[in-house]
């Protein structure tokens, strides 16, 4: 399975993916950052994979340029991997049911920015990350996974964070392997081993 990855910054999810891949059926084939100096461009890099910086100056022009990088590269899977951009319809429609998005909370709570603060806040005993197909609403396409976290009572969005980030990499290329294996499908339902889903699959 060929997968491209877009990212915007420090790269570790997409680093995790790279890890792995020897371990599975799927194949980073082009890693897409909105910015030059993003780290994960590094990462790409130093493992030989191809990568290109998108200017992403106006939504329009952005989309348009990772849509003709898209149209020639034809991967099978997209993956938002700390990707800071949001994506439009027309883009989420050009690539219906291809995009996944790991995100830094148990969605459907808190979706957006600040996720670990807004946890500590919200007095939840439970954080986590989630992976969600992507549609035209922010952070609240269909639901695939989860990994959970306990919240303790000295954490810090910073503590938080970094106990979390871990988890993270597991829970998304454990993901992408079950994707890649075509164990985990998403035709009308989410589908694990062919039954649907009636929850997300919790991977910790
Ligand atoms: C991760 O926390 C991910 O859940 C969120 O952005 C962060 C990206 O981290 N969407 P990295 O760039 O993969 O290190």
Redesign the pocket.
Known sequence: MRIVVF????????EALLNKQHQSTYEIAHVISNQLDAE?LTIAQKHGIKNSYVLWDNPYNGEQRATELLQWIKPDLIVL??FMKVLSLDFVTTFKQKII????SLLPLYPGLNTHQRAIDGRQKQHG?SIHLIDEHLDQGTLLTQTIIDIRPDDTAITL?SRL?PK?HLLLTETVKLIAEGKLTWHNVPKLNGKPLIKPLVIV
């Open positions: 990212i915007s910054g420090r790269g570790s999810n997409l994960g991997a700390g998005n790991i995100h830094p990350a964070a980030l993270e």
